[in-house]
């Protein structure tokens, strides 16, 4: 079942492109649905995209549920172990 539920956000990041070059990031598209090329059911599926990209171009992510908890557990760790005035 689809949940059509789609989140976004604008952020400030930097991805590393396949020709080695690195793109900033200013959006995120997070929702959950059936994964292109991941081998599970459905997943939590992260597109970042970038103004130098253009429409059709973003980093993707297809995340079983069970690895995108691990990893916003492992983000929330990180950010933990780093000094509050760093994190604001």
Same mark, same amino acid.
């Given at each position: 079942?689809?949940?059509?539920? =789609?989140? =976004?956000?604008?952020?400030? !990041?930097?991805?590393k492109a396949p020709d080695?070059?690195? *793109? /900033?990031?200013?959006?995120?598209v997070v929702y959950f649905?059936?994964?292109?090329? %991941?081998?599970?059911?459905? =997943?939590?599926?992260?597109?970042?995209?970038? /103004?130098?990209?253009?429409? %059709?171009? $973003?980093? !993707?992510? *297809?995340? /079983?549920? !069970?690895?995108? $908890?691990?990893?916003? $557990?492992?983000? *929330?760790? %990180?950010? !933990?172990? %780093? /000094? *509050?005035?760093l994190t604001r």
């Amino acid at each position: 079942m689809c949940t059509y539920a =789609t989140v =976004t956000a604008q952020i400030t !990041a930097s991805a590393k492109a396949p020709d080695g070059n690195w *793109e /900033p990031m200013t959006g995120a598209v997070v929702y959950f649905d059936h994964p292109v090329h %991941a081998m599970a059911d459905h =997943t939590v599926n992260i597109d970042l995209t970038g /103004p130098s990209l253009g429409s %059709a171009q $973003r980093f !993707a992510l *297809e995340l /079983p549920a !069970a690895s995108a $908890r691990a990893l916003v $557990r492992a983000i *929330e760790q %990180a950010l !933990a172990s %780093a /000094p *509050e005035q760093l994190t604001r």
